[in-house]
């Protein structure tokens, strides 16, 4: 798998009378002769934080093992994340996701500041993205934009309160 550059997609703010925000992923259908739905990780970076993880979906049953072999193929989460808590907790561990449209909440408990939220996924006989999304709470207006390269992953939006 070769890593791709990272990216900055579209950043959507919600009127402010949101009761709380949320984070959208879309994962497209790729056309290739052998699918395989990724591994994704998500979690949010900060000045003064340590990282915290919000989602981790992997084959938890991979033929008979725990599907945690190949965690560390999402290497950016690995890195920062993944290696400190071995086995994803049940809270924030799920299966692959299917090609499509998905969302997690926002964590309602995010102090005021700076932070980066960073979506990574990998593939097996596939590729690997990360996409980092900075934001600020509370928001300050404007809208942060970029592109994205239809990969692995395609849109991410952050909603915020």
């Known amino acids: 798998m070769k890593p791709s550059s990272l990216l900055a997609p579209v950043l959507a703010l919600a009127p ?7 984070i959208s992923i879309d994962l497209p259908r790729l056309s290739v002769a052998e699918y395989h739905r990724p591994y994704v990780a998500i ?5 003064g934080i340590q990282p915290r993880t919000l989602a981790v ?6 033929r008979g093992d725990p599907g945690t072999k190949w965690l560390s193929d999402l290497r950016g989460w690995w890195r920062v994340a993944g290696r400190n ?3 994803p907790p049940s809270g924030i561990s799920g299966a692959t996701r299917a090609p499509g449209h998905h969302t997690i909440p926002l964590p309602a408990d ?3 500041g700076a932070y980066t939220l960073k979506v990574e ?7 690997r993205e990360l996409v ?28 915020l309160p």
């Not at 979906?57 to 991979?62: F, G, M, N, Q, R």
């Open 110 to 112: 995010l102090k005021p």
């Open 57 to 62: 979906w992997y084959d938890a049953d991979h």
């Open 132 to 159: 980092s999304i900075p934001f600020t709470l509370p928001r300050t207006g404007g809208m942060g934009a970029g592109n994205g390269a239809g990969g692995e992953i395609g849109a991410v939006a952050v909603t």
């Open 85 to 87: 808590i071995g086995t």
């Open 43 to 47: 979690w949010i970076e900060g000045a």
């Open 121 to 127: 996924a990998a593939r097996e006989t596939g590729g």
């Open 16 to 22: 402010a009378s949101a009761m709380a925000g949320s």
